[in-house]
């Protein structure tokens, strides 16, 4: 059973940083994607970012690109989302989520295409 706890979510001023980590547990990541995604209040969860843990090949949703910073640390065995520039619209619950299969076409932004879930952690940015 994978185990994926979330932290380093909190209050911060639009245009500020926070930095979000994700320590998975159970058998071994070494070859699975580690994705981020998000849920405001009354939307549907959305993909954020997503890393390969082996290759640190990154992928991004339009919107937080060039803002938002996917990375690993195998010595830590923790992945981050390096949030800077965040804006009031990037107010949600972010969630970590884990992939053991392999992505095909645009999978890899799909909910259901993850197998592993954290609780989440609250991400709130005032204007």
């Known amino acids: 059973q994978v185990r994926l706890v979330e932290s380093g979510g909190g209050l911060v001023q639009a245009g500020g940083s926070l930095r979000l980590s994700c320590v998975p547990s159970g058998p071994t990541f070494s070859n699975y994607n580690m994705g981020w995604f998000r849920q405001a209040p009354g939307k549907e969860r959305e993909f954020v970012a997503v890393?390969?843990?082996?290759?640190?090949?990154?992928y991004y949703a339009d919107f937080v690109k060039g803002r938002f910073t996917i990375s690993r640390d195998n010595a830590k065995n923790t992945v981050y989302l390096q949030m800077n520039s965040l804006k009031p619209e990037d107010t949600a619950v972010y969630y970590c989520a884990a992939a053991l299969k392999a992505f095909v076409g645009s999978s890899r932004t799909n909910p259901q295409y993850y197998d592993y879930w954290g609780q989440g952690t609250q991400v709130t940015v005032s204007s």
């Open positions: 890393i390969r843990w082996s290759s640190g090949t990154t």
